[in-house]
């Protein structure tokens, strides 16, 4: 009698509302992060002007002032820089994939070895800016100043750009 009762339990009806009941009672136990980047981590750096190799991606930092802030190492991935002021920000080592830099003001920043690809840089100034070694596969340079800015062992031909505003005829 218990193996038909069983049966009786495991039929389609049942079966389709037990697997809901324990997808149910499992799913708070999968979502370990509910925010993409870590709230201590953005507050440190609004105090400090500093959050190294910390975790702050896809926040807003649109319109920010973060003038000589150090975020090397950091995860910024996504992270909205539009119409910011990021003149000589540390950004060396940091992971900007999918970033916005439109219209940010980025004079004298550094991005030494930072991952810049499918970063956005639209109309963005990056006069005096150090990119050396950074990896900018399918980032968009489009109207962007590079007035002065030090590209060795950028591969700027993998970037989204005209030869008249990035690369050596600039």
Sequence with gaps: MAKRDCLI???RNHY???????????????????????????ENLKKNNACNSCDLRDSDL?????????????????VDFSRANLSGVNFSKANLNGADFTDSVLL??????????????YQADLG????RNADVEG?????A??????????????????????????
């Design 16 to 42: 389709a509302f037990f697997l809901v009941v324990v997808v149910l009672l499992l799913a708070p136990f999968t979502c370990w992060n509910v925010s993409a980047f870590d709230k201590i981590d953005l």
């Design 145 to 170: 100043d590079l007035s002065n800015a030090k590209i060795d062992g950028v591969n700027i031909e993998k970037a989204r750009c005209r030869s008249t505003w990035c690369g050596p005829r600039r």
């Design 128 to 131: 005096s800016a150090d990119l």
């Design 139 to 143: 980032a968009n340079f489009f109207k």
């Design 62 to 78: 649109s319109q920010s002032n973060l003038l000589v802030a150090d975020l090397g190492g950091a995860d910024l991935r996504g």
């Design 108 to 121: 004298g920043a550094n991005l030494r070895r930072a991952n810049l690809r499918d970063a956005n840089f």
């Design 9 to 11: 339990f495991l039929d």
